[in-house]
């Protein structure tokens, strides 16, 4: 079989994926093996793969790839989220491009748009995820608005509403004047702008005086019902008791008093503005006062503002500033940063606004949520977010669950025009409920609530519904999937998602959804930016898959993402990881292009072969440590320094038979066997990391059935490690020396060596010899009690090394570097002495890292005599 020059992951990749479909080798069905659960984060359907997406789905084919290999029957679902807000921006947009406003459809008619395009465009990110090698079972794709889903979401809200969980008022949200709908507190980001802080004076009425308050917001005057100070403040206690005018509107308004008034802020009065602040709203419960609400769904000033109605409250800001300032009651104007809250999906700025929403009370539901976090029931990784989770669980709201749109699951509320409210699935039941309520009702007086839920509170039952747990409780998929394992998302989600899927967890099956949660960080730019669109500054990750290869990009970003960090992603790191897969690929070629002969393996290919077997296993101890604490990055890491410093750069090197006339010399096959079985091992454990080529070289190795694949081999088990470890890391260094020698003196690498060994305490080992003497090119490796005159030295634990060269010493230069490697030595025994005298270290330390110091300790004093030593032959 002809194995070509290079490796071409265009051709290799949509051939492996497709065999891997063909076969159904991402295919779970419940049998007798352990479950291994991921449940993909559904990525919005309106979406198209970023880096973020590449990051998150990369770790999880990770976990997911080595998990199959371990036997275990893993399942990896797929699907999206209908976004409602995204969605339906996008479905408007589009809309208005073909000359269709949305006020001109039926609900129903935008609803068969909305489909329509879901249809075309919103299996794109899906499809993406293919070309990253996401081993997903695609059988079990799922979508939030698919019909099951949407019936257990209306299941869901009418269960707690019946337990009276769920409820209906008029409360302040944060209303997103663009998307035309309420946002939750998470869905608003708060960024650092610059803005202006007006002081206004308001009339006192009945007198001369004036009092003056200090507002960002001066369009909202004309929604005020009160300015409020503190009971204490001296400044006005004056003024308790009393009314003022507001600017413009001249409505009289009294002056209240509140402890919630900071008095050293601004001016220490506060315009009470009750229909457009939550704070204020908060007053004007406490002191029933008028709410007037001036600014419309819209953005725009309403009827009730009597000024300016109809225009943007952001140009009425600047108008009214003018007015105000004509008017003589603008005191002055100051410079300000401040942080204003924008909507998430529309960059709108919110308006707080009093509107008639549902919610779902949140304070006793979410207790076992807090609590199994906490006694890591659930375990959050990293630990750091343990904190942040227990903040924001403690200090929960009650979550505002609808939304003034078309595109969602639509709430199952039923009104009668007389006051009266069902909540049920269906028309006629509303009829038959409300018949109850009130015996005149007619069908056709009966109207359904238009709005929507909020798409999380679909999303929240993501874990369940993939497995139809609320459409059979008590089936085989629910009940051998869940609880799932492993869940990998962003930190940002953590309260508005994880949080909510804990919560639905315990509430519809009495356990947790997951049992560990893997954060993974924000992927930044080389200026620490986040990548977005808007800056410009995110690749297309199809461009890097073009350029790089899957396996490439793959390697790439799990090189730079520790756990819970953010990665600052730079695209050479794509190009290493391209380099790696060339670098395996060209060490494949040369063992296939090795001939074996019968003759019998020599010693120093029978140390190598252990050594390398014993490294593996010891690697491979560590690499599967790393994957139980999901350190990723350092588990890959790992493997790449196994794959490249240990098998190509010192095992291949070891083995490698002599080149002679241009021609290489057989291998015995004892060895050759050997270096195959332990590349089959090395291709196993870079399969999860790196899929593509892996299969690739999995079939060029040998002749296989279309069905033995490394995506199902078997992950392989750790033997026995010995202390040829130990040993061959000082060999490594041996080697490298008398490597360094060479270059410093510029000695071609073909010229033969002569290189001689005086230990000065223990026993001669000359098991390695043979090894030296083939990586250094040496003529002669020898052994000496004494001190070898004129030629290069250098000290390794108790033994010395010499090096006799042709040429000349420099003794001033070799004096300079004894000197140098002198000054270096005595600075590392006296910090480890230090240590070594404080008494609390040596008292609190573990027995085995005490005795690691000690032995530094007598090192560097071997090593220190050797040079002083070498010093002195030198005078």
């Known amino acids: 079989m002809e194995i070509p020059k290079t490796y071409d992951p265009k051709i290799t990749e949509d051939k492996w994926y497709s065999h891997w479909l063909k076969h159904k080798f991402f295919k779970s069905v419940p049998d007798e093996r352990e479950p291994y659960t991921i449940v993909i984060p559904p990525p919005n359907v309106t979406g198209v793969l970023h880096m973020g997406h590449m990051l998150n789905n990369t770790i999880q084919d990770v976990l997911i790839r080595r998990a199959r290999m371990q036997g275990k029957n893993a399942c990896w679902v797929p699907g999206t989220d209908h976004a409602s807000i995204a969605t339906e921006a996008k479905v408007v947009a589009l809309l208005k491009e073909q000359g ?48 099951d889903l949407s019936e257990a979401v209306i299941d ?33 980001q708060h960024k650092e702008v610059n803005s202006k802080l007006y002081y206004v004076k308001y009339k006192v009425e009945g007198s001369e005086d004036w009092i003056t308050i200090a507002t960002t917001r001066p369009e909202t005057i004309l929604g005020d019902t009160a300015v409020c100070v503190h009971p204490d403040d001296e400044r006005y206690k004056h003024l308790h008791g009393k009314r003022c005018i507001v600017p413009m509107a001249n409505r009289s308004i009294p002056i209240i008093t509140d402890e919630y008034i900071t008095m050293e802020f601004g001016t220490g009065a506060l315009k009470v503005t009750p229909a457009h602040d939550i704070n204020d709203y908060n007053l004007g419960v406490k002191h029933k006062l008028e709410v007037i609400d001036t600014i419309a769904a819209d953005g725009k000033m309403s009827e009730a503002a009597k000024f300016y109605v109809g225009e943007d409250r952001f140009t009425v800001r600047k108008k009214i500033a003018k007015d105000l300032e004509e008017m003589g009651q603008i005191v002055k104007i100051e410079d300000i940063k401040n942080k204003v809250g924008y909507s998430e999906r529309t960059n709108a700025v919110i308006e707080p606004k009093l509107s008639m929403q549902w919610f779902l009370k949140m304070d006793k539901i979410s207790k076992p949520a807090l609590e199994n976090v906490l006694n890591e029931e659930i375990k ?26 078309w595109w969602g699951q639509r709430i199952p509320a039923w009104y009668d025009g007389k006051g009266n409210t069902v909540v049920c699935k269906t028309k006629d039941e509303a009829v038959q409920k409300l018949k109850g309520l009130n015996s005149e009702v007619k069908a056709e007086d009966i109207r359904q609530d238009e709005d929507v839920l909020d798409t999380w509170f679909s999303s929240w039952l993501w874990p369940i519904s993939v497995f139809d747990g609320f459409k059979h409780p008590e089936g085989k998929d629910i009940n051998y999937y869940y609880p799932t394992n492993d869940l990998v998302t962003a930190p940002e989600i953590l ?55 899957a396996d490439g990009v793959r390697v790439g970003m799990l090189l730079c993402s520790p756990a819970g960090n953010d990665l600052p992603f730079d695209e050479s790191m794509c190009e290493q990881g391209r380099n790696f897969s060339n670098k395996v690929w060209n060490a494949f070629r040369l063992i296939k292009g090795w001939e074996t002969s019968s003759e019998k393996q020599s010693e120093a290919n029978k140390i190598a072969v252990k050594w390398f077997d014993s490294k593996f296993n010891e690697q491979l101890e560590i690499i599967n440590d790393l994957y139980s604490k999901y350190r990723m990055s350092e588990a890959l890491m790992t493997t790449y320094k196994l ?21 290489s010399l057989p291998i015995d096959k004892e060895t050759y066997d050997a270096t195959i079985n332990f590349f089959e091992k090395i291709l196993k454990i870079l399969h999860p990391f790196m899929p593509f080529i892996t299969e690739e070289i999995w079939h060029l190795i040998k002749e296989r059935d279309e069905k033995d694949c490394i995506i199902i081999a078997e992950w392989p088990e750790s033997g026995k490690t010995n202390d040829i470890v130990k040993h061959f890391d000082i ?28 230990v000065n305490q223990g026993e001669i ?3 390695y010899d043979d090894i030296i003497i083939k990586l250094c090119n040496l003529s002669k490796f020898g052994y000496v009690t004494e001190k070898v005159d004129g030629a290069f030295s250098f000290v390794l634990k108790h033994a010395e090394f010499f090096v006799p060269l042709a ?28 240590k070594l005298a404080n008494e609390k270290f040596v008292a609190n330390a573990k027995p085995e890292l005490l005795e690691n110091e000690k032995k530094k300790q007598a090192d560097a004093l071997a090593k220190i005599k050797a040079i002083e030593e070498q010093l002195s032959g030198l005078n």
């Open 380 to 405: 959050l990784i990293p630990e750091k977010y343990v904190n942040t989770y227990k903040h924001w669980m403690e200090n929960v709201h009650d979550w505002c669950i609808s939304r003034q749109l």
């Open 100 to 147: 269709i406003n949305k006020s001109d459809l039926t609900r129903e008619e935008f609803l068969k748009h909305a489909f329509e395009w879901k249809e075309k465009y919103g299996g794109i990110i899906l499809k993406q995820l293919e070309k990253l090698g996401a081993s997903c079972d695609w059988d079990r794709t799922r979508f939030t608005m698919e019909e």
């Open 765 to 767: 080992i000359k098991t």
């Open 643 to 663: 794959v490249w410093d240990d098998f190509c750069a010192w095992y291949l090197e070891m083995i490698k038979p002599e080149f002679v006339d241009g021609k």
């Open 807 to 834: 040429q000349n010493i420099d003794i001033e230069a070799e004096k300079e570097r004894l000197t140098k490697d002198l000054e270096y030595n005595k600075g590392f025994l006296k910090s480890v002495q230090v």
């Open 156 to 188: 869901v809200f009418i269960d707690l509403y019946n337990k009276g969980q769920i409820y209906r008022g008029v409360r302040m949200v944060n209303w997103d004047p663009q998307g035309l709908t309420a946002v939750s507190d998470e869905e608003v």
């Open 731 to 758: 060999v490594m260094e041996v080697i490298t020396n008398i490597r360094n020698i060479r270059k410093q003196k510029n000695i071609s690498p073909k010229e033969k060596l002569e290189v001689f060994e005086k």
């Open 495 to 549: 309260f508005f998602w994880v949080a909510r899927m804990i919560i639905a967890g315990y509430e519809y099956r009495g356990k947790k959804p997951f049992t560990n949660v893997y954060l993974t960080g924000i992927v930044r730019d080389k200026q620490g930016r986040k990548m977005s669109k808007s800056l410009g500054n995110s690749p297309d990750p199809i461009d890097l898959i073009n350029q790089y290869g």
